[in-house]
């Protein structure tokens, strides 16, 4: 099992910034991907961006440029800094967790945590 406890979300205005953070424990492989989705009320959940264990990034066209992944790979954390937030930005973020050993494991989730752009 791993949990997986977020934190860092609110309420911005519109060309704000905002730092998420996730920090993962339990039975966690040393060869992973850590990222971030998020889902906004009457949308599909969708991919914000993900880090590899090696700090191999991977980002949707909606965040490049103006968010960035980063992890302390000692202490299994990861955090999203968001620049630059637009109302359409306004989603619950979560964060996910896989383990790449052995292969063909389920990822895990976080509870979400909310953010909130206004215009």
């Known amino acids: 099992q791993v949990q997986l406890v977020e934190s860092g979300g609110g309420l911005v205005q519109a060309g704000g910034s905002l730092r998420l953070s996730c920090a993962a424990s339990?039975?966690?492989?040393?060869?992973?991907?850590m990222g971030w989705y998020r889902q906004a009320p009457g949308k599909q959940r969708e991919l914000v961006g993900t880090?590899?264990?090696?700090?191999?990034?991977n980002y949707a066209a909606s965040a490049k440029g103006r968010f960035t992944i980063s992890r302390d790979g000692a202490k299994n954390t990861i955090y999203l800094q968001m620049n630059s937030l637009k109302p359409e930005d306004t989603a619950v973020y979560y964060c996910?967790?896989?383990?790449?050993?052995?292969?063909?494991?389920?990822?895990?989730w976080g509870q979400g945590t909310q953010v909130t752009v206004s215009s």
């Open positions: 880090i590899s264990s090696l700090h191999s990034t």
């Open positions: 996910y967790f896989l383990n790449l050993r052995p292969p063909g494991l389920a990822p895990y």
């Open positions: 339990g039975t966690t492989s040393s060869t992973n991907v």
